[in-house]
């Protein structure tokens, strides 16, 4: 039976035919690896994936973490899938081999990701959590906090989490209030309280290693003024082992629409529930200099935001795939043109309006793929640039693609379970079936790590402004290039070309008005309105392009992925019209609304 | 504190400023009421949802029917609500007089029936069936059916459910199998399965009324062979005493996304668990004649393709109200204008994303309860028309509505909890609030009493074409005398009324198009691109004529029914251009995908 969790044919068609990377294994960084361990990675991942993270992805979330005022009680599947995910080596599979990792490209690791994601999005949130915070330590921590934390982390004895967000402060982080003091042997005591912390109280490892933002007192205000903390829950001993218990306490876990698998809780720091070293405060460790903790963090939250839309590729896949499976098993109804009773029912699929349901979620769902894994590309190329030029070019595409393949996915992905229920009918709207789930656990994805609209700020406010414009300029000249190649192809793959570049200019030329008329206030009022158009232009982009690797293929997989395209191209870009209008207007509608007349 | 279910302003602006439902009791059907009459059950049905509904409706969710093989439990709160809407003598507020009902407007009875649907759409959902069915059988019943079933509904003693599909069949009648065999008494008796049936076991009341199609044995093939039947859990005795158990039984429970406070069930007909008068098959009451079943089950369904629409409008309606009151409560961040962090922080409704958020919201369930409303004033014009033509014409606008006012909810509506959870932010997320149990709830009304497909079926292939065009017309002409009024009035109402006027006739012609291109297949390949750009087209006409009656209005009110209108002319309207120029070009894209293809 074929895998409901992702299509490897794709898979292989976006990592080889596509973005070869394959070719990646001339470069230094990669020169130990070869298409034979990509597929091998993959091979497992998908073995792992289907033994041990689905089988309990229906029973997490009907029997959530329970908190007895002592200790988190989690299922027991979830400690045995995280535990042969971290026997199979996979914890470090990105990271450097000389913290103990495997270095693999991002490219791979996020598609091998992809099936633990797609299989149970729960469970594989400790691992997430714990492999953006081992990387984050392994780049700016101390070699003892290396080998403290970032290695039983690999060794998947600690799990990792990210405590950024407070009750009164969410995406504000300016107006977090936890404060971390100095003590005199060079250590932090925190007190403060942080919220919406996934993975940060379990009995499921060792140990848990928090990365906490917290204020030192006298520093600047404002983000300027926050500093970056290790906090365990138990204070590690010298020779590695586990020691006294940290003043890190549970207030309550939170309970969710969906993603029920994975704590997420209310922590309280330094309330005394213990007394570490018989004193008040939780033990930190400040992560490099003082007061530069959102750089950090930013770096471990920019791969959070492409795991955050990969996680929504994820589900939006397993989704799709199933949503088919099951349009191809039932029967139902006749076609509009041959409506005898007595003839049998034919299977849903073939109805105009499934196949079109099918065919958008396909869309969105191998673009959102393509996307997320051109995105883990461009990592790799930044990570094994062989010039700082090289290195630049890398990442001034993926700094304007990151608020997109963060929020893109998490809109339309979740639009594919959406329609992925609605294929399943009554069926899909039971939680005997699973694409209901699947909707309740992506619909997490526009919220947490910077909400959609605070990627549409981060995209227009900051990114397409950055360095003169230099990204906006890459992402044009990478576009440009394609069109170059397509218009070159000639035939229907010419015509698509045509349409993008038409779009595309017609963003730029639109961009360029809003800036222009110096009118910030309604520039800035529908950057959401921004962010989505410049999505689906990038994303038509990223059709193109696949329409180009499948160029002189014959068969039915290079079929589908130039149907899909036109599908992208007929039904979706031009979405982006009235949208490009609107903002070319520098609409005042939401700006002007008053409080009074809601 | 100000009511979270419904804006009462905004039901008295739509009844009185604009339908002028009061000028309906000059009808002799409405002659007994008066203003008066209908604010005190406006009144009563706010104070009792908000007593008996409201408070229990996170508890049904977290506490859902379950069966313990014989016997269904419902937390007890569902009763005392079913119980104190019976008492006051509300399940027959719609019905008439002879039937002991108290003859109010569909508009009025709508209108308080939303407070219950916003505040326990499961808890109103056994009354909406009830409803429902009671009517049926006080249009198409006998006098002793009447007494025997429809009375003890409206007061409370019975409850009613509607049982249609079956597990093989779904969306596709044709294909039921349930069978009805005449016996010499005349009664019939029953054997088959029925799927998706909401209310038809508990023990909140006496007995349970189902209603059921079935095929009477050598009828016609195909829809025309299907029969109605009443087959009553308890059979009744002649002194109106429950009697004997009938062969109804329970197999099972659906365990649903959301509206988990409501059983739905699947139900055996005649399978030997019981065995009234001691034989086999579950006994049933024919309703009107024999293969005629459809057509009354239609009445019906027109209504509870209404009602299902107005349920999308309540849970959107309240799920706005509850994220407009945290926007105006919830401090965080500063605009971007002024983004010093020693100032203190803003309530997000300052943010301009936030009040798009809200205004899209506004926009969806005030033009959702305006769209309802008006057609339920056109089944009172149908119930009090003094000629043959006044009720004509009622029925054809009615009847080309009914599909939009029952899909356009259910999306938009829908999004509108989509977006009240996004407002919320994490907190949208957790259960600890109302909203995301909103968007649950709210998850089925694409799919049941006709999924989104199906009513755009009904929309392009039956009613855009019935009677020559005649109801299309008949809105043509509705529209075109809004547009007439708006262009009088001038200025910004008038602009608006020239932006409504070019995408009605743009769609005017575009359906003409599909229809004179003889091309059945691709016209109706993309019926729910029409039935979505139809609807967005509808809903702008609606917003005018809104604004129309706020037209010389000053104050907050007005000024926000008026923003909320521009709102839908920038943003909304404006989607419809590429839907229809889509529809123009015959698209088979999705026609043409091959099943291989995927």
Chains 1, 2 share one sequence.
């Not at 081992?134 to 700016?140: P, S, V």
């Not at 005394?272 to 200099?289: C, I, M, N, Q, S």
């Not at 920019?302 to 795991?307: C, Q, S, T």
Request: glycine letters at 10%; proline letters at 4%.
């Amino acid at each position: 039976m074929k895998s409901t969790l992702l299509s490897r044919r794709d898979v292989d068609f976006l990592l080889y035919e596509w973005l070869q990377v394959d070719a990646l294994t001339k470069r230094q960084r990669y020169a130990e690896h070869s298409r034979e361990t990509f597929d091998a990675v993959l091979d497992l991942c998908e073995q792992l994936a289907t033994r041990y993270f689905a089988p309990h992805n229906k029973k997490s979330d009907a029997n959530e973490p329970t908190f007895d005022g002592e200790k988190v009680t989690v299922i027991g599947e979830v400690k045995e899938a995280l535990d042969a995910f971290a026997e199979a080596d996979l914890i470090g599979m990105a990271m450097d081999e000389q913290f103990g990792g495997t270095q693999l490209p991002a490219a791979v690791a996020q598609a091998g990701f992809a099936y633990f994601s797609a299989a149970n999005v729960s469970t594989t949130g400790y691992l997430m959590l714990t492999m953006a915070n081992a990387n984050l330590l392994a780049k700016f921590g101390t070699p003892e906090q290396i080998e403290a934390f970032v290695k039983p982390m690999l060794a998947g004895r600690f799990t990792g989490t990210m405590a950024l967000s407070e009750a009164q402060a969410g995406s504000s982080l300016a107006d977090i209030t936890t404060r971390a003091e100095p003590q005199d042997d060079g250590t932090y005591r925190l007190f403060g309280s942080k919220m919406w912390i996934s993975g940060a109280e379990h009995e499921l490892t060792d140990n848990i290693v928090n990365l906490v933002l917290a204020k030192i007192p006298g520093g600047p205000q404002g983000t300027k003024g926050i500093s970056l903390l290790i906090v365990p829950k138990y204070l590690v001993n010298d020779d590695g082992s586990v020691g006294e218990r940290n003043d890190v306490a549970l207030a309550g876990l939170n309970h969710k629409m969906g993603q029920r698998g994975i704590t997420n809780t209310v922590l309280n720091f330094g309330e005394g529930k213990f007394t570490p070293g018989g004193r008040a405060g939780a033990v930190g460790y400040l992560v490099g200099e003082p007061h530069r903790g959102i750089a950090y963090m930013f770096t471990m939250m920019n791969e959070a935001r492409m795991g955050v839309g990969m996680g929504a590729v994820s589900l939006g896949y397993t989704g799709y795939l199933k949503s088919l499976q099951y349009a191809r098993e039932r029967p139902q109804g006749r076609l509009v043109t041959a409506k005898d009773p007595a003839t049998p029912q034919i299977p849903i699929i073939e109805h105009p309006d499934v196949k079109r349901m099918l065919l958008a979620q396909k869309a969105y769902v191998e673009g959102g793929l393509a996307l997320g894994l051109y995105c883990a590309k461009l990592v790799d190329l930044q990570h094994s640039a062989e010039s700082e030029n090289e290195h630049d070019a890398a990442t001034l595409l993926l700094d304007i693609l990151t608020p997109v393949a963060k929020s893109w996915p998490s809109q339309w992905c979740l639009e594919a379970n959406n329609l992925a229920i609605q294929v399943f009918g009554g069926y899909g709207y039971t939680r005997e079936y699973d694409v209901e789930q699947h909707y309740r656990d992506n619909r997490l994805n526009p919220i947490h790590e910077g909400t959609h609209g605070i990627q549409s700020l981060d995209l227009l406010g900051r990114k397409v402004t950055q360095r003169g414009g230099a990204s906006l300029a890459a992402l044009a000249e990478a576009i440009s290039s394609t069109v170059d190649t397509a218009t070159a192809t000639g035939g229907e793959t010419a015509t698509l070309a045509t349409q993008l570049d038409a779009s595309w200019r017609r963003l730029a030329s639109v961009t360029t008005a809003m800036f222009d008329s110096g009118d910030v206030e309604a520039a800035m009022a529908n950057s959401v309105v921004y962010l989505e158009a410049f999505g689906h232009i990038v994303l038509a982009w990223i059709w193109l392009e696949q329409i180009l690797a499948a160029d002189g293929h014959a068969g039915d997989f290079y079929d589908g992925k130039r149907q899909a395209a036109r599908y992208f191209f007929r039904y979706e870009l031009p979405r982006t019209a009235p949208q490009l209008d609107l903002l070319e207007s520098l609409d005042r509608t939401a700006l002007e609304m008053r409080d009074g007349w809601f």
